[in-house]
């Protein structure tokens, strides 16, 4: 059943977007950005919790989890350091990811050639 509800949630987010893309005038940097800063938001008031007990890895893995663990980050982080873990919590907890991010988009640079299409 774990796999039915990451398929739906995590399908149900791609749809949303999706239906942004196809219906709206928003860029897809401008929707992506969005579902960042929705997970914040969610995450900081409590709202998101629930989703990621009933949808697992199809609400964590999108860019709605990464705001999710940005804002869960700070607050853990506010709870240890106060004020300081503003600055510090949001990355640490997100560290793992970003350096993730940044190897592989350098690995496919270096093997895929970079370029404009023309």
């Known amino acids: 059943m774990e796999y039915l509800n990451a398929f739906l949630c995590g399908g149900l987010l791609c749809a949303i977007g999706q239906i ?3 219906k709206t005038q928003l860029t897809p ?3 992506l950005t969005g579902y960042v800063v929705t997970g914040v938001l969610l ?3 409590g709202i998101y919790e629930p ?3 009933w949808g697992g890895a199809g609400a964590t893995v999108p860019l709605t989890g990464f705001g999710y663990n ?6 853990k982080a506010v709870g240890k350091q106060g004020w300081l873990g503003i600055f510090t919590g949001g990355l640490t907890a997100t560290a793992g990811g970003i ?3 940044v190897l592989f988009g350098v690995l496919a640079a270096i093997l895929f050639r970079p ?3 023309r």
């Open 20 to 22: 942004f893309i196809d």
């Open 70 to 75: 940005l804002a869960k980050g700070v607050k």
């Open 51 to 53: 989703i990621v007990k």
């Open 115 to 117: 370029g404009d299409k």
């Open 99 to 101: 350096a993730a991010a």
């Open 43 to 45: 995450g900081a008031v």
């Open 29 to 31: 940097a401008r929707i």
